[in-house]
Structures are given as C-alpha cells and as structure tokens.
C-alpha cells in the first residue's frame, strides 16, 4: 500500500518545474525594470534645468518626488494593464501547447487574484524604480544647472562610465540575469536533446495502438477471453496494410502499470523485504509487432496454452542482475510457491514509464496462460498506420459488437507525448531567456548611446587633438565590454548556484555543464559587443568642429 495526500496525487512531480519558470518570470521583469529605470534616469537627467528652476522658484523636493513618482507609477500600471492583454492571449498559446501533465491547466485563468497581483506589482515595480530618478532629482544643485546654462546634463558628460556607476550597476545586473535563464534554458534544451535520442527499447514506426476492455459477463471466464483475443487477432492480422500485431497488458508510455512481489530461483531477499517486478500479459506476437528484440532463448508459442507449463520471458535487466555470468533461460521464478515458472526467453529493456525512467526489472506472461480482459492493441503497418484505425474497430466489432475500443493513438504521439512536460519547461525558458536577452541589449545600446550623446564636446575635443576616429570607437567599446565582462562574470557565478535547483529537471546534463557555461557566456559577449559597437562608430560621424561650436 501507497498512501498520498491528495495535493500530491494531483500536482504531482510538476512543482519544481513551475517554481523554476517562475523564478525565470520573476528574473526577466527585473531586467524590464531595471530598463524602465535607466530610461528614466536618462529622462531626469534631460530634465536637470527643469528641475532646477522649479526648485529656484520654491519646489520642495517632495513635491518634486511626488511628480516623478506619479510618472513612474503610471508607467508600471500601464504596462501592467498591457501586460495583462498580452497574458490573456497567451494562455491561448499555453494551452495549445498544453503538455498534458500539467495538473489544472484548462482552469488558469485571469481572474480577481490575478488581477489584484498584477496591480500590486505595477504599483510595487513603478515604485521601487522610480526612486533612482527622484534620488537623482533632489540631489540636484539648482547653481550648477543653471549656469550650464542650455546644455542640460552636459556637466556630466564625458567617456568615464564611473561618473555614471547606477546606470552602469543597472546594465550589468541586467546581462547577468539574463545570462543566467539563458544558462537554465541552455541546460534544458541540451537535456531534452538527450533525452530525445534515447532508445525506448522499441519501434514506434507505423505502429497504431488502441485499448479494449471486454468487460461483458461472457468474459468472466478466462478461457473466453483468451478465445475472443485469438480470434481478434486473426481478424486483424489478416487486414491488408498489417505486418504484424499483438496485445499487451500494459503498453509502454501510458502510464498503465502492473508489479507485484517474486521469488526466484537461487535468491533470498532480505529479511522483511520482497523482490517486486513489472509484471505485463503480452500475446504471442506482441514483441515482433513492436521490435522488441530477442537476447536469448524463444519468444512465446501457441503451444504455450493454460494446459501446458507455465513459462515467462524476462528483460536484459532482470537477467543481467541474478545471472550476470549464466544463462537465465530454463531458471524459475514463483508467483505461486507452489507453481514454478520456467524462463524461457531473455527481451530486451523497454522504457516502460519514460525514456528518462528506469523502470523495474521486468516479466512477461503469456496471453494464453494469464488472460486479461483489459489489454491494449498493437498493429504494425506498412504504410500510415492511423489509416486503419477505422478497419481494425471495425474487425474487432466483427468479433463482438460489445467489445469497447477507446484510446486510439500511433505509438509515436504516445513517445512525442511523453516528452511533452520537457518540451514545455525548455521552450517557456528559452523564450524567456531570448526576451530576457533582448531587453539586456537594449539597455546595453541605451547606456552606450547616452554615454556618446552626452560626449560629444568631450569627442569633439579629442579628435581636434589629433585622436583617429579608430581611437574613439576602441574606448567606447572598452567601456560597453567591460560592462558586459562584468555582467558575464556575475550571470556565470549566479547560474552556477541557481541551476542546482533545476538538477531534478535535466537528464544526461549536469548543472555545471561545460559546453552550457562556455557557449552561451561567448553568446552573451557577441550580442553585447554589438550592442555596442552601433553607438561606438556613431562617434565616427562628431565633427570636431561642429561639436566645439556649440560649447
């Protein structure tokens, strides 16, 4: 027995994975907010005369902070409002990507909570990163503006990024945030890569799956079930376009399971405990239907009815840990103490819940000699396999018009299914990490582009001492680079701690993989540099002339 509390059962596995893109959320709207920041920092200092004359003519600096706290709020609210038209259409594309296994899904919807958080954090958000620009405002000397007389700003000019360290501090939190979700999304892509070129042990090539469940009171019998599924089988098998078909207890990738305790021949377990096993009802050309490949001895025989010796197939796993050095084929097993089961046949390993999930060792039963009424059909085809959904119902129908035949699907949108929570969590991420990147080079491109337009006499008086335009562009993108460097140093040491979260995540990767942490920081450092470089060679058109003139 297996108890549970009921949030567990419904939320499964799926909390990690949700935390995770909500830290990646939380992330991207810190790398927006510390943009808006720099965009208005920018927009104080254009407004440092303005300031200063209301300030000359009696402004107190709460006054002065009560404005341009009701122009930042605005802004955060408006963005909210937009940001919550931008949600509701984009759970129409979170539902059609819907991975089916994240619990809950149809019923997210913007509703009054959702409403009340998104108001709180505009509200919160324009807040918190206004406060910079009111910092810079009532700091300003209301004498030195005034006397700079029309080049507002200018006074703080020059190509130094130290005289401007917040904007500087902004940027650089801005690219190693977002080199950190490009970090998470990178790991989570390498991993689905992975997973998606492990072998699940079988074929899924051409082949249409379905479930019956010959449920009527006819079938209480054992052997009915065993003669309605021979017969079944003979229809089907003889449709054109089959090459071969079989049925099982449990088909892999649907989440159907079966174990219970064994014993096996030459093997005490420990005291208190038992061994437990998968334990599935295949018929006789189940394994060829699906290519599951054949290690040793034979695969089930119509020779092996209910009135001839019990015998089981094992997979590689099972025999390679109680017979690593033998043969497993003529060994026992025992469900019954009384009733020894002879292996008669060695399988090969089959993904039974998950290519990133091992599974139990497991047995296979024959279909004649443990009937299920409950099984699951698996035709091969030779061409498209979805084509003879229609024949085969109707063939089995044939056999017994009572017979329920549900869940028709190909094997393989069982396995693209199966990988659906991993394909959701790498897309969601890479997405935000792509936005995240993005905004980082915007807010790169609009600090060096402020740092060239308020330089321009300070460029100006440069190249009229002889410095080649070659010069200027150097030391412009000396400071955007080592801005990005700095950013990148800080997003490697983040994602190095951040990603041991998302260890539960990946499969086949590790949380400090190399090819991750060497790829994408290279990445990161080419979308800086040509962030930079647009207002670098924009320094290259400032005639010196024209740039003194208007000192």
Known sequence: MHVVGLEEQVVGDVRRALLVLLGSVALVLLIACANVANLLLTRAAGR?????????????????????????????????????LVARASLYVVRTMNPGNIPRLEDIA?????????????????ILFGVAPVWRAIKV??????????????????????RHRLRGLLVISELSFSLMLLIGAGLLVRSFVRLQSVAPGFSTDGILTMQIAANDQKYRDNKAVVNFYKEMESHVAHLPGVIAEGVV????????????????????PPPGQELQVDQRIASTDYFRAMKIPLASGRFFSDRDTADMPRVVLIDQKFAQRFWPHGDAVGKHLWFDPKKPITIVGVVGVVKQYGLETDGKIATYFPQQQDADSDVYLVARA??????????????????????????IRTMQDRLYDSLARQRFSSTMLA????????????????????????????????????????????????????????????????????TRVMASLLFGVSTTDAGTFSALPALMA?????ATIIPAWRTTRVDPVIALREE
């Open 48 to 84: 440092e005369k303005e300031v200063a004359i209301r300030t000359a003519l009696g402004a107190g600096w709460q006054r002065l902070a009560r404005q341009l706290l009701t122009e930042s709020v605005l802004l955060g609210v408006l963005g909210g409002g937009a940001g919550l």
């Open 110 to 126: 913007i509703n009054g909570s959702v409403l009340a958080f998104t108001f709180g954090l505009s509200l919160g958000t324009g």
């Open 141 to 162: 000397d209301p004498n030195v503006s005034l006397k700079a007389g029309g080049r507002s700003g200018q006074s703080e000019g020059g190509l130094h990024l130290r």
């Open 249 to 268: 207890s449990a088909l892999p990738l649907t989440g159907a399971v079966g174990w219970g305790g064994i014993e096996v021949e030459g093997y005490t």
């Open 382 to 407: 030779s061409s498209d396999a979805a084509t003879l959904s229609s024949a085969i119902v109707s063939e089995i129908h044939s056999v017994d018009p009572a017979v329920v035949v549900y869940d």
């Open 431 to 498: 997405a935000f990490a792509a936005f995240a990147m993005l905004l980082a080079a915007v807010g790169l491109y609009g600090v060096m582009s402020y740092l060239v337009t308020q330089s321009t006499h300070d460029i100006g008086v440069l190249m009229a001492l002889g410095a080649r335009s070659g010069d200027v562009v150097k030391l412009v993108l000396r400071q955007g680079m080592e801005l990005a460097a700095i950013g990148i140093a800080a997003g490697l040491a983040g994602a190095a701690v951040l």
């Open 526 to 530: 080419a979308v800086a540099f040509a």
